[in-house]
DNA sequence: TTGTAGGCGTTATCAG
DNA sequence: CTGATAACGCCTACAA
């Protein structure tokens, strides 16, 4: 089926491209007669705009860029899920990239955005990422950008985030609360600042309870998977027997620690008590049921994509526009194994 | 930072634009002088080519589409991970729709699809599509197509595939070969062709063992979800309390089945024994262990985006295609709710 | 080896 | 109210 262009129309009305362009976008110096029969003629032939040659023209694709870690994840996936709706809703798509939690893709899918001429990106930066030049460009090149959960503080951009800090420090105090002495603290990789300040906030709450800080009870995942849970498990076990609280970085390694106490006969919450983060699906039907803290990812997907269209628009009028930071709430859930 | 042009390497240089779009693509006719000083002046400029004016030379966005039911969802997002990372390999950006199992936005995500130019589409249909006008349009076009997972026989376009029905038989056959002698089956919605095709497995085997089918053990989901699952549950045992064996259409809706029965301490699978659809990640840390039918996903995300790309280079070349479709296998997982 | 000219389809400016 | 013209940036016959 050969395109219709507005060429075809003009010539089949036997008027200019220009009238019938402006007849198609409603502008007011078009007689209704000739805007009528347009307006037919277009629709009968079924024509779209082109739009290779509105990009080009307007320097606009109405096309975001994402680039995550991980598509299989819960808590991303429920990102995605949150800004592809919204960006539909308000004229755009989404190009989605997956850096595999490796800093070169990450690269590699910055530039592949630039060239692509999207119009803002939105990102969450891999576990690898020590080093900001990439991002640095995408703000040389003017392009908007939003950065969100795993985010770097030197980047000057809009960012949406929840407070990792406070969140972890309130898991903590939930575990001792319940009586815990001595917990453990199963962190994430060492670059993101979301672990980081994950780790502030156990070491934080540990300080506020007096309760002794200790190095040997602070396990560092370096893929953050089912696996690592089970084999920290197995660690703290067998070198800190007397661990009475184990706060989780993130579900999926709570998960496989609560999988390693169910297949050794640990009782949790009884001998232990575990809490995770992030409050994927699968807690709540495990068993026991995985404490954890909720944080509002679908909320975070909007809010990013908001943000982001606030700057794509301000740079379309050429109005400056000011970096803003959305920091969205958590809150402990408490399930079985805190009980 | 302004976008750097041929126009302006041109005029740098003091030679014509053809000659610097020679010199970059590494035409011969062009002499090795003239090509090293505009390749060096276009690196200190960090020169791309304009996408939007390639795309409209061009004809070809080297964009792709999908459009699938739900993002957060295990299958799918594996899917999209093959989609995504076998694109990427290929030069190709994906743009990624939800239907959210709506026809009515289906419908609006293939006419954004069409308008936005790419040069492929694959989807998965939603639940809810039981009219194909829509899709029709994408051929119509000429636009290369494939279907995975949930397709629709009367569209002539490649296709990914499993065996559902057979998949189905033997997941029923495995309850038989348990000694279930009384088997439920929740089954997925009325249009989808895989719920069809998973169903007729069941029925087929239950005739193939000499097990009377019984229209009132079908249960049938409407928005296949965990809740569902529990819910059918409940009434399985209060409406056919000595049902010893189901079949479920998909791992999420089973853990919604074992959720009830852990809770009201319905012994699986002494009492009652369950499989699976898909294998989801949280079937293997649920406890009872979920028995499940394997399914390749990630691999069927290579297996379409490698026949799109075929398609694509066909259309390219203006040699014809003929639509393929590809079948990939499964196997029965037992774990145990099935022991 | 280099350059000229035309065109991809749309939009914006400006003159009639 | 209508239309001619240029421009967006790139590519490619074809000419020189």
Redesign the interface.
Known sequence: ?KETTLKQIAEALGISITTVSKALKNYPDVSEKTKKSVLELAQSLHY??????V??RT?E?R?VGLIIPE????FF??V??GI??EA?KNGY??????SNESLELEKK?VE?L????VDGIIMSLSNDSNDEQHIKEIL???IPLVQFDKISKFILSSKVVINDQKAAFEATEHLIKKGCKKIAHIRGPVNPQNAIDRFLGYKKALEQYNIPFDYNLVYTCKNVT?EEGKLFASQIVKEQPDVDGIFVITDLVA?GV??YF?EHHIKVPNDIKVIGFSNW??SQ???PKLSTVDQPSYEMGVASFHLLLEEMNCRKELIPFAPRTIELPTNIIERETTL
């Open positions: 089926m779209t705009p082109n739009s290779f040659a990009n080009l320097k694709s096309t598509v299989v994840h819960h996936s429920n995605i899920n592809i709706a539909e798509l989404v190009i989605i990239l997956q899918q592949l630039i060239n692509k001429r040389k090149r003017e089912f998960v609560l999988s169910n699906f699968m039907v495990i068993t």
